[in-house]
């Protein structure tokens, strides 16, 4: 019998991995398939030359954005006391629960021309527009911004965590040895940090490189952009396919930089000691400065926008709130929390089956199963749209044969291909925290449960389920959110006349409706709130 459901769990995980990777198959297919030559030469002549140099100074940008800003925050709370810094300890990560494309809209509607900043600058010191220069919001300047202030995060919550760890022997060495503050931050801290940081920022720029929305409405020209283009525009899928291949590419050629990066080098606690200490107190101008650098990118980054929206969302209204407002959250919801049941479900499967294998092919598939959420949300609307439209086509065609009617799209004409495209996007993001917690549960309670006469099944129910019930939530949790924010998938894929409340925001804001749209972008942050207060209290809760 224990061979029986062995290989029934690992035949799961099996066809869970080959579901995963037929996007990124499909794309790839495609790159040298014929019938694109007049649409590829044209975009290699015209703009794609503009993709590849947008993408690449993006990356940049972005990257030495949220180095400087994560790594400089997490430094200051994890090894200092100035004043707020208990707040500033969880704080810091609310910019994670705003999009970065309303991120853009709200500046947007801040900073332009008749914007409230530039309308206050003129009233105030009586200048006209021929007065005063002012920096255009709607640039690739301005894109590489907004990522920075919202992703900044992923660096920040890493980075942190390795100074604490590291903090006391590494550095209590340091000091002995003579070494300051700032010595002891390049020479030990930091080098020891580098798996973190680098972590963060892969993170960080696997998010840039998925965006579609902020890049579109700045005008910002990249490979989401023309993957958009070519599918709706130009109607070339084989086009589409092609510049997600390339996009697929950079997504490679980042994490193999990150792995490459580090070479031989390791990096590992050898003191034994490991608690946390005490944060050297700041006073005067250092005390000040820091509690400043520590408010830029919460308030940049969350309050500010948080302000705005609720300003705009108050006084200027949404036209179509009420009943065309609840239908959207409806939309969303509904797609949220079967993508969340389902992957949670999945996980749950992957990771139990894993544990019982004890083998390399279960925990390969696993890792072939979390590489999705590295795969952008564009690259894999295009390589799901490919085959199951395809796999459509020939249901309708056996449907018409048997019984004499047309049923129509059964899977595109549903929401049935998005929920798939969310599972293979964020399958990951519920695998890891399944996994990570059921790996915490000590392997003799599985042997108990059977010297008991439980078998597999009944121990699954009734010695891990309960308690993996916290982690179990935590994972639709963070599975909701994301698809509450997925912007290129949905796009690409949702049903004819099926909005969601980011396609809401995204559709009012291009047409310019930033009131209109502050309704809808509201309800996503508030969504998107609910994780992070659950890991700010992990993290307030850290240090002690």
């Not at 030559?37 to 044209?42: F, I, P």
């Not at 509607?109 to 009233?123: A, K, N």
């Not at 940081?197 to 929305?213: C, I, K, N, Q």
């Not at 407002?325 to 919801?333: E, K, Q, Y």
Request: charged share 15%.
């Amino acid at each position: 019998m224990k061979t029986v459901r062995f290989n029934s769990l690992l035949a799961i995980s099996a066809t869970v991995a080959a579901l995963v990777g037929l996007p990124v198959a499909s794309v790839l297919a495609n790159i040298f398939s014929g019938g694109t030559g007049d649409t590829w030469a044209h975009l290699a002549a015209t703009v794609l030359p503009e993709y590849v140099s947008n993408t690449l100074w993006l990356c940049l940008g972005v990257g030495c954005g949220v180095i400087v800003l994560g790594v400089a925050t997490a430094w200051l709370t994890a090894m200092h006391d100035f004043p707020g810094r208990r707040f500033f300890e969880w704080g810091l990560v609310l910019p994670l629960a705003v999009p970065a494309y309303v991120l853009a809209y709200v500046y947007t509607d801040f900073l332009q021309f008749v914007g409230p900043l530039q309308t206050w600058l003129r009233d105030t010191f009586g200048w006209s527009k021929a007065d005063y220069w002012f920096p255009d919001v709607r640039s690739l300047g301005g894109a590489v911004t907004m990522f920075v202030f919202v992703l900044y995060p992923y660096v920040y919550m890493l980075a942190r965590t390795a100074f604490i760890e590291r903090a006391s022997g590494m550095l209590e060495a340091a000091r002995t040895l003579g070494q300051g503050a700032w010595r002891s931050f390049f020479r030990v801290s930091l080098p020891l940090a580098r798996p973190a940081v680098a972590a963060g920022a892969t993170l960080a720029l696997m998010e840039t490189l998925a965006d579609y929305g902020t890049v579109s409405y700045f005008g910002v020209q990249t490979f989401t952009t023309g993957i958009y283009r070519a599918w709706f525009s130009l109607g070339d899928r084989i086009a589409a396919a092609q510049l997600a291949a390339a996009l697929l590419g950079f997504v490679v050629l980042l994490l193999a930089l990150e792995r490459f990066s580090r070479g031989r080098a390791r990096f590992h606690n050898t003191t034994g000691r490991n608690r946390p200490m005490a944060g050297r107190r700041l006073r005067g101008w250092h005390a000040a400065a820091a509690t400043l650098v520590c408010a830029l990118p919460l308030c940049v980054g969350f309050l500010l926008p948080a302000g705005l929206l609720l300003r705009l969302a108050l006084l200027e209204g949404d036209a179509q709130f009420g009943e065309r407002f609840i239908g959207l959250a409806r939309n969303s919801f509904v797609l949220a929390g079967l993508t969340a049941c389902i992957a949670v479900g999945l996980a749950l499967l992957l990771a139990y089956g894993a544990r019982l294998s004890k083998g390399v092919p279960a925990r390969a598939l696993n890792r072939l199963v979390g590489l999705g959420y590295a795969v952008p949300g564009s690259v894999i609307a295009v390589g799901v749209l490919i085959p199951v439209t395809r796999l459509d086509n020939w249901l309708a065609g056996q449907w018409q044969l048997w019984f004499g009617s047309n049923p129509g799209l059964l899977l595109t004409g549903g929401i049935a291909a998005l929920v798939y495209a969310y599972l293979v996007r964020f399958l990951a993001v519920a695998l890891q925290s399944v996994g990570s917690s059921l790996s915490k549960i000590t392997p003799s309670m599985d042997d108990a449960a059977r010297s008991l006469g439980l078998g597999q099944g009944e121990t699954l129910r009734r010695v891990h389920l309960p308690m993996l019930r916290g982690s179990l939530f935590t994972a639709a949790l963070l599975v909701f959110v994301d698809v509450m924010k997925e912007l290129p998938a949905t796009l690409v894929m949702r049903p004819f006349n099926f909005d969601t409340l980011a396609t809401q925001a995204y559709t009012l804001a291009s047409d310019e409706r930033l009131a209109e749209a502050s309704t809808a972008a509201l309800a996503i942050v508030a969504v998107g709130l609910l994780p992070l207060m659950a890991l700010s209290r992990q993290i307030a809760r850290s240090r002690r």
